[in-house]
């Protein structure tokens, strides 16, 4: 009610005996304090951002669109809940979606062929997700309609680890082709990296910071060409 400044959705009366105390906050400093709350997290959020390797590339404009973007996905005492399964379709749907850790931790598992299982965990920073999204825009790009027989399949299951609070950030595919498709060559190098030896686990933060890298060095000297190329052109006229 105070936050949609709409009536009341019931009664509340005090059914105990003797004196009784009550703190009340009124709607301008209730509005006041979850306005500066939402602002800071805004703040933690664009900073956690530069974290995720994919994202610090991203302008501080796609950011915020991701701020607004991502949904934020709590568990607590969740040991073992499924995030996804192995096997499981991803045809774009809100069904279908791209995580990135912000707290905690989680557990993926991979069946192989040979009845062995692979296993491993990812913590603050990772992501996941994110080959099935890869691979169903290039299934996408060559056909308009696509028979679930072709649509790509989750690579492992993934589970909550241990009983402390996970927070995961998810997307969906609309917004992930959408603001992803700057850094898509460093998402495709991640995926090539990670799963070269069918491995089912992404690579660290720090294999991503190196791609980033890379891609920043490859600009910087990019720019430097064209810098040298102007100079000895003005040079060339003097």
Request: overall charge positive.
């Amino acid at each position: 009610a105070l936050i949609h400044n709409s009536p009341r959705a019931a009664s509340v009366v005090c059914v105990s005996d003797g004196s009784h105390k009550l703190w009340e906050i009124s709607r301008k400093y209730f509005r006041y304090y979850l306005v500066q709350e939402n602002k800071q997290k805004s703040i933690d959020n664009l900073s956690f951002y530069n974290e995720v390797q994919i994202f610090a590339p991203l302008t501080t404009e796609k950011k915020r669109i991701l701020n607004d973007i991502l949904e934020e996905e709590r568990f607590v005492n969740s040991d073992g809940a499924v995030i996804m399964r192995q096997g499981d379709v991803v045809d774009g749907t809100q069904n279908s979606k791209f995580y990135v850790i912000q707290r905690g931790a989680v557990k993926w598992s991979k069946q192989l062929e040979d009845g062995t299982q692979e296993t491993g965990s990812l913590a603050r920073g990772q992501y996941f997700g994110e080959k099935g999204f890869q691979t169903l825009k290039e299934v996408q790009k060559e056909a308009t309609t696509v028979d679930e027989a072709k649509l790509p399949r989750r690579a492992a299951t993934i589970t909550v680890q241990g009983h402390a609070e996970t927070i995961l950030l998810s997307m969906e595919y609309d917004a992930y082709t959408r603001l992803l498709d700057s850094v898509d060559h460093i998402i495709k190098a991640h995926i090539e990296r990670a799963y070269s030896s069918d491995n089912a686990v992404p690579s660290s933060p720090k294999d991503d910071k190196k791609d980033a890298a890379q891609t920043t060095d490859a600009k910087n000297k990019k720019d430097a060409t064209k810098k040298e190329k102007k100079s000895g052109g003005a040079k060339r006229n003097v």
